[in-house]
Structure formats: structure tokens, C-alpha cells
């Protein structure tokens, strides 16, 4: 086994702490969860240039290397869905943001991001957007790998990748900030208290900024892949320009 296919197995290893331990009702414990995030996203694209500049590219990194990202976005969405509210409807917004609630929010189990405008949280309908998304385009390179055809990731699907990451690094990073806000929020002075809240609202604004783009990407990408590999569904040739 070479270096990069050690660090994507690397990556698949942590990607149940990455799941879990955001469930613990602890600032430490959450803020691992978000280093644990952070290298895992960072060494996902770090192992796949190492294998392209290295020559270092192997069948088994073909299989792994997809198999850990998804098992990374599987991993953040539950613990994200849990714990991040907008389970009652559509819209992510839920409701209002008040200052004294992000001091000590009344409810430990609500971890929907804080903005000047409201709380926005993660409905069920993006978690099966995203999923989903993912679902299909697996399906169809692998129908199109029976014909021989090898889908390439295309540049709004990178893009998307960035954004996804931003969005859920922001709300990992929110789970631990927020959970610290609990406990010495309410020692904070004056000062302190405004720096806090300030910071929570920047973080929820890169956040939900991020969630929409990404999710914006995702189907916006989808349909770019269907409109040019479509044909290999329906087992026809593309149109050659004349």
C-alpha cells in the first residue's frame, strides 16, 4: 500500500469519531470532531495530488478514494441533521436569533446556525439533496464505465466540493463554539459578550452562505452531467457537429 492510498484509508478510519463525537455533549470533544474534519477535508485533496504528481495512482485508490468521501459526507450530515434543527419544513430558517440564547441556548440539542437574521438549520430535504446527488452520479459513472466511458469531475462539480466543505466546517466548528458559549458564556463581560455573539453570526453567515451555494452546485452540476453523458443512458452515440 502506497502513501496516498495509507492517508485515504487514513481517512476512512477517523470518519467514525468524525460522526460521533459531535453527539457528545462536550466543547473538547466537538472541537476534536472539527480538527478531525478539517485534516480529513485538507488530506482528501492532499492524497489525490500526491497520486497524480507521484505516478502513485492504483486501482485500489480508484476504489478507496470515493468510497472514504462518501463515507465522510454520510458521516458530517448525520451528526449535522441531529443536531443542527430545521427538521420541522422546508425553509432552513427556524426562527429567531436572540443574544441571550446564544449566551446559553435554552435548548442543548439546537445547533442550527446563528445570523443576524435568525437561526438557520439543516432540513431534511438538503440532507437528501446531497445524498441523493451522490446516489446517482455513482450509479451513472458506473453505467458508464460499462461502456467504457470515464466521467471526469467537472468544474462546478469542484466547486461544489469547496462550499461543501466550508459548510460543514463552519457547522462542526459551530457545534464546539456554541457548546463552549454554554458554559463561559455567561462570564463573559460586556465586551466579551458582544466579540462572542459577533463572531457566532460571522460563523452563521459563512455557514448558511456556504450550505446554499453548495446545494445550489449540487443539483446545478447534476443536470451539466446528465445533459453530456445522458446518451449513455439511452444507449445512443452523442450528436457530432457538423
Given at each position: 500500500m502506497n502513501l496516498p492510498n495509507a492517508i485515504t484509508?487514513?481517512?476512512?478510519?477517523?470518519?467514525?469519531?468524525?460522526?460521533?463525537?459531535?453527539?457528545?455533549?462536550?466543547?473538547?470533544?466537538?472541537?476534536?470532531?472539527?480538527?478531525?474534519?478539517?485534516?480529513?477535508?485538507?488530506?482528501?485533496?492532499?492524497?489525490?495530488?500526491?497520486?497524480?504528481?507521484?505516478?502513485?495512482?492504483?486501482?485500489?485508490?480508484?476504489?478507496?478514494?470515493?468510497?472514504?468521501?462518501?463515507?465522510l459526507l454520510l458521516g458530517t450530515l448525520i451528526p449535522m441533521y441531529l443536531l443542527g434543527g430545521g427538521r420541522g419544513g422546508w425553509s432552513p430558517f427556524t426562527g429567531p436569533s436572540g443574544q441571550t440564547e446564544l449566551i446559553a441556548p435554552y435548548d442543548p440539542r439546537n445547533f442550527a446556525f446563528a445570523t443576524p437574521w435568525?437561526?438557520?438549520?439543516?432540513?431534511?430535504?438538503?440532507?437528501?439533496?446531497?445524498?441523493?446527488?451522490?446516489?446517482?452520479?455513482?450509479?451513472?459513472?458506473?453505467?458508464?464505465?460499462?461502456?467504457?466511458?470515464?466521467?471526469?469531475?467537472?468544474?462546478?462539480?469542484?466547486?461544489?466540493?469547496?462550499?461543501?466543505?466550508?459548510?460543514?466546517?463552519?457547522?462542526?466548528?459551530?457545534?464546539?463554539?456554541?457548546?463552549?458559549?454554554?458554559?463561559?458564556?455567561?462570564?463573559?463581560?460586556e465586551g466579551g459578550t458582544r466579540f462572542a455573539i459577533g463572531f457566532a453570526w460571522f460563523n452563521g453567515i459563512v455557514g448558511t452562505l456556504a450550505m446554499l451555494v453548495a446545494v445550489a452546485l449540487t443539483l446545478y452540476s447534476l443536470a451539466l452531467y446528465f445533459q453530456r453523458y445522458g446518451y449513455l443512458l439511452r444507449g445512443r452515440a452523442p450528436a457530432v457537429e457538423r
Amino acid at each position: 500500500m502506497n502513501l496516498p492510498n495509507a492517508i485515504t484509508v487514513g481517512r476512512i478510519v477517523v470518519t467514525p469519531l468524525i460522526a460521533l463525537l459531535p453527539l457528545v455533549d462536550s466543547w473538547t470533544a466537538r472541537a476534536i470532531a472539527f480538527v478531525l474534519y478539517v485534516t480529513a477535508a485538507v488530506t482528501d485533496y492532499y492524497d489525490g495530488m500526491l497520486a497524480r504528481t507521484r505516478n502513485l495512482v492504483t486501482d485500489l485508490g480508484k476504489l478507496l478514494d470515493p468510497l472514504a468521501d462518501k463515507l465522510l459526507l454520510l458521516g458530517t450530515l448525520i451528526p449535522m441533521y441531529l443536531l443542527g434543527g430545521g427538521r420541522g419544513g422546508w425553509s432552513p430558517f427556524t426562527g429567531p436569533s436572540g443574544q441571550t440564547e446564544l449566551i446559553a441556548p435554552y435548548d442543548p440539542r439546537n445547533f442550527a446556525f446563528a445570523t443576524p437574521w435568525g437561526r438557520v438549520g439543516l432540513p431534511l430535504w438538503i440532507v437528501l439533496v446531497v445524498l441523493g446527488r451522490e446516489a446517482l452520479m455513482t450509479i451513472f459513472r458506473q453505467v458508464a464505465a460499462r461502456r467504457g466511458v470515464v466521467i471526469a469531475a467537472i468544474g462546478p462539480a469542484k466547486w461544489k466540493t469547496g462550499f461543501q466543505s466550508i459548510w460543514v466546517g463552519a457547522a462542526y466548528f459551530w457545534f464546539a463554539y456554541a457548546t463552549w458559549l454554554r458554559v463561559h458564556g455567561p462570564r463573559l463581560g460586556e465586551g466579551g459578550t458582544r466579540f462572542a455573539i459577533g463572531f457566532a453570526w460571522f460563523n452563521g453567515i459563512v455557514g448558511t452562505l456556504a450550505m446554499l451555494v453548495a446545494v445550489a452546485l449540487t443539483l446545478y452540476s447534476l443536470a451539466l452531467y446528465f445533459q453530456r453523458y445522458g446518451y449513455l443512458l439511452r444507449g445512443r452515440a452523442p450528436a457530432v457537429e457538423r
